[in-house]
């Protein structure tokens, strides 16, 4: 991007909603990022405006890089990955955050997917795999693993494009792990690693 944003454009960017995108500003603020690339204009009613691939990226680039993602200190909603130090609410209040940005991510997907549809990833997800499919499993009941303990998934990064790697010594918990991500439209394989024997999952967001 040629131009840097003035501190209120970036402002709009960064409280964007953390999963749909959505952007609030003023026209004038929302008519400058779509002019930048940064926003789209959806056309079902009532047009509120996303973030574009772009923009997602400009917001993330104001994010610390750091090995582990750590859930937000600032209320913003972050999916647990497993293994994180510090562990969220989970109560009645991480329920209803979960449960509404799951909702959230699937009206994202009825808006901007081709047809509509829900039943797969939409391309947030694909820019966001390792948050998308904790969202997946979190949403669905599944436990994160706390800190350095044993159980619980964890979800990583890989260096297979668009693929994510499901971590969770329980057989059955990771079977189950394998049925959740598949019905949220994931294509899910099990395999073992050669060195500790151990079986996790590899997921990609489908396509089609």
């Known amino acids: ?50 973030l574009t691939p772009a923009g997602h990226r400009t917001r993330d680039a104001e994010a610390e890089p750091g090995p582990a993602p750590e859930p937000a200190a600032t209320g913003v909603f972050a999916a647990r990955t497993g293994g994180e130090a510090t562990v969220p609410g989970t109560g009645p209040a991480r329920l209803r955050e979960v449960r509404g940005a799951w909702q959230g991510l699937l009206e994202l997907r009825r808006m901007t997917n081709p047809d509509g549809a829900v039943d797969r990833p939409c391309g947030w997800e694909r820019a966001h795999l390792v948050q998308a499919a904790a969202l997946a499993l979190e949403a669905a009941g599944h436990d994160p693993a706390v800190g350095d303990a044993e159980g619980g998934y964890r979800v990583r990064e890989t260096p297979q494009p668009e693929a994510v790697a499901v971590h969770e010594p329980d057989g059955a918990a990771l079977r189950a792990c394998a049925g959740t991500l598949e019905r949220a439209g994931w294509q899910v394989g099990e395999y073992t690693e050669p060195r500790t024997r151990a079986r996790y999952l590899l997921a990609s967001p489908r396509r089609a």
């Open 1 to 50: 991007m040629a131009r840097a944003l003035s501190a209120g454009l970036r402002r709009v960017v960064e409280g964007a909603d953390p999963v749909t995108g959505r952007l609030k500003g003023t026209e004038a603020q929302l008519a400058a990022l779509v002019r930048r690339g940064l926003a789209f204009r959806h056309s079902r009613s009532p047009h509120h405006h996303f």
